[in-house]
């Protein structure tokens, strides 16, 4: 799946010569409940055009796990009421498994963009069934994409 965005990515900038595609690439982790559980890490990864600024492409590839989720971009909404310009959101993709929509992931950003405000709630489209995953920092070694 990583090659179609990659594809699609080159695609898109052939159309115009001088686009500038950045990657950015940020780490999830999730902490279960139990002395026993082990935390569960996500790397979400996603494709901005420069000079349009707008996303091109994403995904998320989670702990343990080969299979690269693409990610479409459902909604961005900016939650700075009070004081515009902070760079607060939400953002909400459509996580696609085997041609069909296998969850919602709704990126947060709260607080100025300070890593304690960063987390990702993911609800399960089957069983409804909503994680939250904590911001880690984008130089984390342990979250990595697979190929």
Do not use: W
Not at 87 to 108: C, L
């Amino acid at each position: 799946m990583i090659r179609y965005l990659i594809v699609a990515a080159a695609l898109y900038g052939t159309t115009n010569a001088q686009a500038e595609i950045h990657v950015e690439t940020e780490c999830y982790v999730r902490v279960p409940a139990g002395k026993d559980s082990k935390p569960t890490r996500m790397a979400f990864r996603r494709y901005v055009d420069q000079d349009l600024k707008k996303e091109v492409g994403a995904f998320v590839q989670h702990d343990g796990s080969t299979e690269i989720i693409p990610l479409v971009l459902a909604r961005h909404v900016s939650t700075d009421t009070d004081s515009p310009g902070l760079g607060n959101y939400e953002a909400t993709r459509t996580g696609i498994v085997g041609k069909k929509p296998a969850g919602e992931y709704t990126f947060v950003q709260t607080g100025a963009g300070n890593t304690q405000g960063k987390y990702v709630r993911y609800t399960n489209a089957k069983t409804g069934k909503a994680v939250v995953f904590q911001h880690t920092g984008d130089d984390d070694s342990s979250c990595k994409i697979m190929r």
